[in-house]
């Protein structure tokens, strides 16, 4: 630890401790204090910064964040650039895909009203 440090009191439900009990000996986490510390860094460092932002975490398995890490060598893009690139793909491609849908629905309604109009029981 580094510097001086303060004790605070904080009120946790029998609960929360117990998930916090649950993770100690994970990744370096040695105590309660250490697993705290770490939350609460991560909350004051990863807090979105500009009004209307917001963060959004993900649960990463080994295998992906294995191949985040060799992108990264490879690209050099960091594994937050790399979900905005998918993500902002991703809404692209939604986009696109609800314009052909769209297009397809316009195209057959039309050929139904013209199909229609055709037919001479139809009366304008």
């Not at 204090?33 to 398995?61: C, F, I, M």
Request: no cysteine.
């Amino acid at each position: 630890m580094s510097g001086n440090s303060n004790l605070i009191s904080l009120r946790l439900s029998d609960d929360e401790l117990a998930s916090i009990d649950q993770r100690i000996g994970l990744e370096g986490i040695r105590n309660r204090s250490d697993l705290l510390r770490r939350a609460l860094g991560s909350y004051l460092t990863d807090s979105p910064e500009l009004p209307g932002q917001e963060r959004v975490n993900l649960v990463l398995g080994a295998g992906v964040r294995k191949q985040l890490r060799l992108l990264y060598q490879i690209t050099g893009n960091d594994q937050n650039s790399i979900i905005k690139i998918a993500l902002h793909d991703y809404l692209n491609k939604s986009v696109e895909q609800i314009d052909d849908l769209t297009a397809k629905l316009e195209e057959r309604a039309q050929n139904a009203v013209d199909d229609i109009s055709k037919h001479r029981s139809y009366k304008s």
